[in-house]
């Protein structure tokens, strides 16, 4: 049970990142729009995982607030624990999308 419990907690965390930041959320947006069917719900996940470290990282960058790029601590535990907590959240926000997506252009070629 304490398993299911930690599932949970950590879904409910990925989800929070991602909805608590309108940045986070175009990155699912595009991941579900450019997803084409189920089969590529997961390797969508990863790669705006990938894209929201890589933003994360380069964003202070170019901003010019005179942070030095450095590549993100692949080495450690807590990195890829987020790394995992991200990748559900952006799951459950790209498989909302991509439902509300299939939903409307399934009812708009029925309609044809």
């Known amino acids: 049970m304490e398993f299911v ?8 965390d990925g989800f929070g990142i991602v909805n608590g930041d309108w940045r986070n959320l175009v990155i699912a947006l595009i991941a579900a729009v450019f ?13 705006a ?10 964003a202070p960058v170019l901003a010019g607030s005179g942070e030095a790029f450095s590549l ?9 624990i987020r790394a995992g ?21 399934r009812k708009s070629a029925a309609a044809h």
């Open 35 to 47: 997803m084409g069917s189920w089969k590529q719900w997961v390797p969508f996940a990863v790669l």
């Open 5 to 12: 419990d930690q599932a949970i907690a950590y879904m409910r």
């Open 85 to 105: 907590v991200l990748a559900l959240g952006y799951m459950i926000t790209i498989g909302v999308f991509f439902l509300i997506k299939s939903l409307i252009f």
């Open 49 to 58: 995982v990938v894209a929201h470290i890589a933003i994360e990282k380069l």
């Open 72 to 80: 993100p601590p692949i080495m450690e535990q807590d990195f890829w």
